[in-house]
C-alpha cells in the first residue's frame, strides 16, 4: 500500500453488482488506494435517505477483484457516512460515486442517491463527483464514460474543488467520438409529470405504479438539459444551501 | 364542501400517527379543506426519497375524525406526488408537512423527509410549508406550534410565496410565553459528527447503529441556528437549484 497515493472512496446508488461502479472502481485504481463501499441492493431513487430506525449491515465483499470493497444494508448516504466514520475513521482524499445506470442531471439531483452521495461527502469537506451515464439499461456501455472519468478526476486531484461543493457529471449514451466535449452548466429546469398506474392485486387490493415523463423545460445554453441534448457531456458544481437568500427580505416585510 | 375555500394537503414524515400532524391538521380545518396523505410508517431521514421499484399501497383511514385522510407505504415525497397526481388529480393550494418531532434546521434540511414534502410541493409550485418542533419524543407538546402555525399559514395564504420556494419552519420546543418571536433566516452552518455503534446479533454478526451528534458552527444572528439557540421561531425560505453558481467561471477555466 503506497500512502502517499490518495485514498479513493468509490461508491453508488444502484448496488454494488452493477456495472457502473464496476467500471468506475476500475478507473479509479490509476489514480489511487480505493475502497469500494455500495448498497446490497438497488437504492435508486433514495435522495439524501439516511437510515435511523434500523440498524446498519457491512460485509466484506469480492466483487472488485482485489479492492478492499463492502457491501452495506443501507442508502448511499449510509455507505458515506459508514466508510468514513465506520470503516476508515478519517475521511477519503476524494469520493467518486457512480457511474450511475441512468440520467441525473436538471432537479433529478435531488432524488438521486448517487448524487447525494457526493453532497455528503460535500457536506464532509471531502471532494466528492457524481457520474451518471444518460442509459438506465442494466447493460449499458460504459466505455466511453471511463475517459470521461479520468480525465474529469485528474482535474479535480489536480485543481482540487472549493470546499463543501461536489461535482454532478452527465454523460450523454453515445461513443466516445460523437460526444461533443465537456461543457460546465448550471442545473437546468425540468419537471416530472408524474403517473400512478392503478393496479390490483390478486386479493382484490389496489396498488399504485410511480410512472410519469420528465419536461426538460430548459432551452438556455448554459444548463445541463442543453449540453446533455447536443451531445455534450455536462458538468454542474453542486452545493447545499437551500436557502433561497432573494426571498429574506421579502418576508421579513411580513413583519411576523 | 365550500369550493372557493383553499384546498390544503397535509403531510409528514413520521407517520399518520403522529401526535404533530394531528396537531398540524386540526390547526388547518380553520383554513380550508384539508386532504391528509402520510406515511404508515415512521419515514424520519428518508430526505427526498421516491419509491422506484416497488408498488405504493393507499389506505383510506379515520384517524383525523371527518377529515380525508390516507395513509400510504412510501416516502413523504411519495405521499405528495400520490395526493397530486393519485388522488388529486389536481394540485391543492397550499402543502403543509410536519409538524416534526424534531429539528430541522441547518443542513438538516437535506435529510429531513418534512422539508422534503415542502421542497416538492415547491417544485410542483405550489406553495409549501414544512413545521418542525425541536422535540423528537413522541409525546412532544404541540400546544404553542399551534399558534405559530396559525401566524405562518395565514400570511402566506394572504402574500403567498414565490414560486418554487417553501419555508423550513423550526419552533423551539418552550411554552409559547417563552418565545421571543419569529425571524427570517437562512440556513445555518452545521455538520453531524457521526458515530457508529457495533454490536454482534446472537449469531455473532456484526451491525451498526448511526449515532453521533449534530456540530452547530454557526453563530452568526441572522442564522437558523442562533434563532433557535435564543428562543426564537425561524422560518428559512427554500429553493432547490443546488447549483453553485460561483464555481461556474472557475471549472471553466480547468479547460476540460
Redesign the interface.
Given at each position: 500500500m503506497n500512502e502517499t497515493r490518495p485514498l479513493i472512496l468509490v461508491c453508488n446508488d444502484d448496488g454494488y453488482h452493477a456495472k457502473g461502479i464496476q467500471a468506475l472502481a476500475e478507473v479509479m485504481k490509476d489514480f489511487g488506494q480505493v475502497l469500494v463501499v455500495a448498497p446490497s441492493e438497488?437504492q435508486?431513487?433514495?435522495?439524501?435517505?439516511?437510515?435511523?430506525?434500523q440498524?446498519?449491515?457491512?460485509q466484506e465483499i469480492q466483487a472488485f477483484g482485489d479492492l478492499e470493497a463492502y457491501s452495506c444494508s443501507g442508502?448511499p448516504?449510509?455507505c458515506v457516512?459508514?466508510a468514513?466514520?465506520?470503516i476508515l475513521k478519517r475521511k477519503p482524499d476524494l469520493i467518486v460515486s457512480g457511474i450511475n445506470h441512468g440520467a441525473n442531471f436538471s432537479?433529478n439531483?435531488?432524488?438521486s442517491g448517487t448524487m447525494?452521495a457526493a453532497?455528503e461527502g460535500a457536506?464532509?469537506g471531502i471532494p466528492s463527483i457524481g457520474f451518471s451515464l444518460l442509459d438506465h439499461s442494466r447493460d449499458a456501455d460504459f466505455e466511453a464514460s471511463k475517459s470521461i472519468v479520468a480525465?474529469?478526476v485528474s482535474?479535480v486531484l489536480k485543481?482540487g474543488?472549493?470546499k463543501n461543493?461536489c461535482?454532478?457529471v452527465n454523460i450523454p449514451a453515445i461513443s466516445a467520438d460523437r460526444i461533443q466535449?465537456?461543457r460546465?452548466?448550471?442545473?437546468g429546469v425540468g419537471?416530472?409529470e408524474?403517473?400512478?398506474i392503478?393496479?390490483q392485486d390478486p386479493t382484490g387490493?389496489?396498488?399504485?405504479?410511480?410512472s410519469?415523463a420528465f419536461g426538460e423545460m430548459d432551452k438556455a445554453e448554459?444548463s445541463d438539459n442543453w449540453a446533455l441534448r447536443h451531445d455534450y457531456v455536462s458538468?454542474?458544481?453542486?452545493?447545499?444551501?437551500?436557502?433561497?437568500?432573494?426571498?429574506?427580505a421579502?418576508?421579513?416585510e411580513?413583519e411576523?
Open positions: 438497488p435508486s431513487g433514495m435522495g439524501h435517505a439516511i437510515t435511523i430506525n440498524p446498519l449491515r457491512l442508502t448516504v449510509d457516512k459508514l468514513i466514520y465506520g432537479v439531483v435531488l432524488y447525494s453532497v457536506l464532509e480525465k474529469v482535474k485543481h474543488i472549493t461543493t461535482l454532478n466535449g465537456i460546465i452548466c448550471r442545473q419537471h416530472w408524474d403517473e400512478f392503478e393496479r387490493h389496489p396498488y399504485f405504479w410511480m410519469g448554459d458538468i454542474v458544481p453542486v452545493q447545499y444551501d437551500m436557502t433561497a437568500h432573494r426571498e429574506i421579502k418576508l421579513k411580513w411576523l
